[in-house]
């Protein structure tokens, strides 16, 4: 069974920082493409950073410079630091798995407020 559980959503002020985490089980991790998506109320999930099994990543225009993924093969973990936060990088984020199929995480909020 795939799991994907993502950790480390909050409030916090804007120009903050989080650091959010999907841990994964049931997937050949170090094989997969890992990325994290950002649905913010009333509008259509977005892709915000993925990673690649060879290493390589992708920003939105919008996060790039300010957030970073990353993964840890051997806790079969991706991350997203995110730094300088603006109110609207309010969303709930998704942690996504791909290879041949697709598998979400169920979503943690993030709330960009003073």
């Known amino acids: 069974q795939v799991q994907l559980v993502e950790s480390g959503g909050g409030l916090v002020q804007p120009g903050g920082s989080l650091r959010l985490s999907c841990a994964t089980s049931g997937i050949t991790f170090d094989m997969f493409t890992m990325g994290w998506y950002r649905q913010a109320p009333g509008k259509q999930r977005e892709l915000v950073a993925s990673?690649?099994?060879?290493?390589?990543?992708n920003y939105a225009r919008s996060v790039k410079g300010r957030f970073t993924i990353s993964n840890d093969n051997a806790k079969n973990t991706v991350y997203l630091q995110m730094n300088s936060l603006k109110p609207e990088d309010t969303a709930v984020y998704y942690c996504?798995?791909?290879?041949?199929?697709?598998?979400w995480g169920k979503g943690t909020l993030v709330t960009v407020s003073s």
């Open positions: 990673i690649s099994s060879g290493g390589s990543t």
């Open positions: 996504n798995a791909y290879r041949r199929g697709t598998y």
